[in-house]
């Protein structure tokens, strides 16, 4: 099949940032997705439903004319989010999850929680709300194996919270192992996860081809081809708990080839079309709508999107940078090509 067509996806995880640079990136999610789950780590992050409404104003200003894009907002959790906040999340009925970052994790996360028993009662009130908790699913002890964090994380943590938290909806975001795609299919319907372009297409032999590449550095981190093949599995599956979430993560060229490089990777610019291709690849295109444009709308209890787009098998350069307010990027697949592309754009 060299072409298909689908209900406009969404992106169940993204990036966006702030300000120019923010009106730099947007542009790209907007042209493919109706809507994105918008992370709240910026600089200060976004801690109250106050805040994310004036984020979201700020996003919808940014948006080229006459689109149609919906930022759908989160909360950043802290050891000191107030039950209260939850309320007024869910009233405001345009911040549809929490996010939770173990303290240090990865980029901004800082103010992010110290220990999840410090967050009982904000957690029970999302339960009571149906309010997702989006997880970046990693342990932060300097002594676990950074391949190991993620596997680590579910032991430790998620399924001791699946457990305690009966009723609580939560989304591992970005999975990047064998044993979190086996967890989260044995789980019960309220355990969903996001997969990310990059862990579907990479392995962390992409860190080193030839040398080191930090444009492949991102969290989790790539891990072994075996995690990538389960993945894939996971993805194409049909499975509804499985769905799109980029993870594009935007940072300026110069701060990802520094001595202390950043993680995360962009890949807004091909935000659909590198899943085609994982689809495509894998011999279950026809499987491509169910993961990128109703599974996660159905978890998150949001009508389906009821545009289409259409995708040809078609080969594009990627331009070698884009720009990023004052600054520029490295996109995924930079200097080189992806094989889809939307008709018509
Ligand atoms: O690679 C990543 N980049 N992982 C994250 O969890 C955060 C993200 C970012 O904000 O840059
Ligand atoms: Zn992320």
Partial sequence: MNQITISRPDDWHLHLRDGAAMRDVLPHT?????RAIVM????????TTALAL?????ILAALPAGSRFEPLMTLYLTDNTPPAEIARARESRVVHAVKYYPAGATTNSDSGVTDLAKCRAVLEVMEKHGMPLLLHGEVTDADIDIFDRERVFIERTLAPLVERFQGLKVVMEHITTRE??????????????????QHLLLSRNALFTGGVRPHNYCLPILKREVHRAALVAAA???NPKFFLGTDSAPHARHTKENDCGCAGMFSAHAGIELYAEVFAAAGAIDRLEGFASHH???FYALPRNTEKITLVRESWAVPPSVPFGADTLVPMRAGDFVHWRIAGA
């Fill in 30 to 34: 907007a042209a493919r997705f109706a």
């Fill in 40 to 47: 709240p780590n910026l600089r200060p992050p976004v801690t």
């Fill in 54 to 58: 004036a984020y979201r104003e700020r």
């Fill in 180 to 197: 979190a795609a086996e967890f989260v299919t044995a789980a019960p319907p309220r355990v969903a996860a996001t997969l990310t372009p």
């Fill in 236 to 238: 194409t599956s049909g």
């Fill in 296 to 298: 996660g709308a159905d």
